[in-house]
T-cell receptor, first 114, second 113 residues
Framework: DSGVTQTPKHLITATGQRVTLRCSPR?????VYWYQQSLDQGLQFLIQ???????AKGNILERFSAQQFPDLHSELNLSSLELGDSALYFC?????????????FGPGTRLTVT | SQKIEQNSEALNIQEGKTATLTCNYT??????LQWYRQDPGRGPVFLLL?????KEKRKERLKVTFDTTLKQSLFHITASQPADSATYLC????????????FGTGTRLQVTL
């Protein structure tokens, strides 16, 4: 158990809909990261927050947004969903800067868009 | 553009042997390199971190080397066990708090009896 929790575990929704994925980092970790993993793309970095502020952005679509709250939990919002958004979404946390500290990954949310 | 290459073909080895996985990168000057293990449908699990000024790092049966001249990292598992069967991901990051960790696509290791 990494100490990172994600809800829900599974999500099935229709195209055009909007969903929210939730992540609670390990106790004491200030950085939260979101990743998308699909079969043909590998693990793709989406966005990073550090103590409530956005720090780095990766290949995140404009239809996707995220935020980190004062209690450090984070939410990833996906809107106008398309079939291609079906993937595993992972949240990870670390104590500090991305490279110099290991990241602890949650169990993931499997999103299926039908 | 930056590229991280891991052998996409599965590596099959016999129990007890040493598994060696390769991570090559181009157009990149990473300050840190990390290795993770991922089981199907689960989140990656951190294994080892090595810095650009370190040549080698060990942890139990695991060893990582980092050659910034060759732009390559080797990941070794000695005395492999069937329980080591998984996908292994390398990840690179430059220095800086706004930097991101970029993952390779991983190599699947299968250890057989």
């Amino acid at each position: 158990d990494s100490g990172v929790t994600q809800t829900p575990k599974h999500l099935i929704t229709a195209t055009g809909q909007r969903v929210t994925l939730r992540c609670s980092p390990r106790s004491g970790d200030l950085s939260v990261y979101w990743y998308q993993q699909s079969l043909d793309q590998g693990l793709q970095f989406l966005i990073q927050y550090y103590n409530g502020e956005e720090r780095a952005k990766g290949n995140i679509l404009e239809r996707f947004s995220a935020q980190q709250f004062p209690d450090l939990h984070s939410e990833l919002n996906l809107s106008s969903l398309e079939l291609g958004d079906s993937a595993l979404y992972f949240c990870a946390s670390s104590v500090g800067a991305p490279g110099s500290y290991e990241q602890y990954f949650g169990p993931g949310t499997r999103l299926t868009v039908t | 553009s930056q590229k991280i290459e891991q052998n996409s073909e599965a590596l099959n080895i016999q129990e007890g042997k040493t598994a060696t996985l390769t991570c090559n990168y181009t157009n990149y000057s990473p300050a840190y390199l990390q290795w993770y293990r991922q089981d199907p449908g689960r989140g990656p699990v951190f294994l080892l971190l090595i810095r650009e000024n370190e040549k080698e790092k060990r942890k139990e049966r695991l060893k990582v080397t980092f050659d910034t001249t060759l732009k390559q990292s080797l990941f070794h598992i000695t005395a492999s066990q069937p329980a080591d069967s998984a996908t292994y991901l390398c990840a690179l990051s430059p220095t800086g708090t706004a930097s991101k960790l970029t993952f390779g696509t991983g190599t699947r290791l299968q250890v057989t009896l």
